[in-house]
């Protein structure tokens, strides 16, 4: 889906964006409905409230969430596969261990497919790994 959706507007969009994103309710009003909490009458900050919640409901909301948690989704993958792939150089071999089997599962659907239910690793001569504590 291309950023944007043609039946919400681009301030829609901006909000819905910065709610998935977990920004909070003070920089949702400031930057899409101008609104200071600190300055603004309790009649405007109602308006704002009542707006956003209305907006909540509309069919467009949940598509516009969706594509922008794909999007980070997208984005912190990127960054926890490169932490998986030090972890499994690592001396810890639990630490190691976890990582491998962490890669394994990102990758088991990419490379398989879907609907592959079990992946067997065997792996052989492997020192007892112990739990995480144990190399602390």
């Known amino acids: 889906m291309e950023r944007g959706n043609p039946k919400a507007t681009a301030r829609q969009d901006t909000f819905v964006r910065m709610e998935a994103r ?9 930057k899409v409905f101008g609104v200071d909490l ?3 009458d309790e009649k405007t900050i109602h308006n704002a409230d009542a ?8 069919a467009w909301y949940e598509d516009i969430w969706k594509d922008e948690i794909r999007r980070i989704s997208i984005a912190m993958s990127s960054e926890a596969l490169r932490k998986i792939k030090s972890q499994i150089r690592d001396d810890n071999g639990w630490l190691a261990n976890k ?12 490379i398989w497919g879907e609907d592959e239910k079990a992946l067997t690793v065997k792996i052989e001569g492997m020192p007892e790994l112990g739990s995480p ?4």
Request: proline share 6%; glycine share 6%.
């Open 22 to 30: 977990g920004e909070g309710r003070p920089e949702i009003l400031l």
């Open 99 to 110: 990582a491998a089997n962490d890669s394994l599962t990102f990758a088991k659907p990419l």
């Open 51 to 58: 707006t956003m919640s209305r907006w909540r409901k509309k």
């Open 133 to 136: 504590d144990d190399d602390v």
């Open 38 to 40: 600190q300055t603004a």
